[in-house]
């Protein structure tokens, strides 16, 4: 844990994270997603998480429950992690995207821009020691470069994100391995490092740091609240009852 973090108690961290949550839930940024979508799938682990993983979108049955990688990727994960001795809940996973795009399809620039802002916050909030970026569109958004997957994959390297150095990790995208079975071996392979990379600790932290000023959430979004998948009668969900801290 960083002395940032250790400066900001567990429960502020947690309030300030259900804050961006609140917001995020009835976000109309993209009105096309908000159109279509039946829950925001803000994220969901542990709020004092030294591991941090990022897909990039959510899928049917994300969309369905609001919490991300609960498919069969999200079961391909489950596994990967407990055969390097972590459980989903030591861990926060997020996307690049908390709405389904309609049809699974791919991200669009202007909605990555649109939500980019939620996951940033969320990074600065929970300040990770390692993310892991899973696939393509997640290793771009963090790195700031357009190099794929294939080339980066397994190769930790220390980036900034914002007023944080953090330890990147990019990986394929579990999915990859469900489409193409030989690439269970390279993503155990990649998997493996996690241990070793989370032993290090933090990197070394800009000297500026204790200069920067408290974490910016996202301002509050325009116009009506989204509709949510909420049954007619019922409370609408809160975030720890999603599984988020």
């Known amino acids: 844990m960083s002395a940032q973090q250790s400066e900001r108690t567990a429960a502020e961290r947690r309030e300030a994270l259900k804050e961006v949550y609140e917001q995020a839930r009835g976000c109309m940024r993209c009105p096309q997603l908000a159109a279509t979508r039946k829950t925001v799938v803000f994220g969901a682990g542990n709020a004092d998480a030294e591991l941090m993983f990022v897909g990039e979108a959510p899928g049917a049955s994300e969309d369905e429950q609001g919490i991300p990688f609960v498919g069969r990727a999200g079961k391909l994960l489950d596994q990967l992690l407990q055969e390097i001795g972590l459980e989903r809940s030591q861990v926060f996973i997020g996307n690049v995207l908390m709405c389904r795009p309609p049809g ?3 991200p669009l620039p202007g909605e990555i821009e649109n939500c980019q802002e939620y996951l940033f916050s969320k990074v600065a909030l929970i300040e990770p020691s390692v993310i892991c970026t899973l696939g393509n569109f997640s290793t771009k958004l963090l790195r700031g470069d357009p190099t794929g997957i294939t080339r980066l994959h397994g190769q930790a390297e220390v980036i900034t994100l914002g007023a944080r150095a953090v330890r990147l990790y990019p990986i394929y995208h579990p999915a990859a391995a469900l489409y193409t079975p030989r690439m269970l071996d390279t993503l155990r392979e990649d998997f493996a490092r996690l241990p070793e990379l989370l032993a290090l600790g933090p990197p070394p932290q800009p000297a500026h740091e204790e200069l920067l000023p408290e974490t910016v959430l996202p301002e509050p979004t325009e116009g009506p609240v989204a509709q949510t998948a909420t049954p007619v009668g019922e409370s ?10």
């Open 104 to 106: 699974n399809r791919d």
């Open 236 to 245: 609408p969900p809160e975030a720890d009852q999603l599984g988020l801290f």
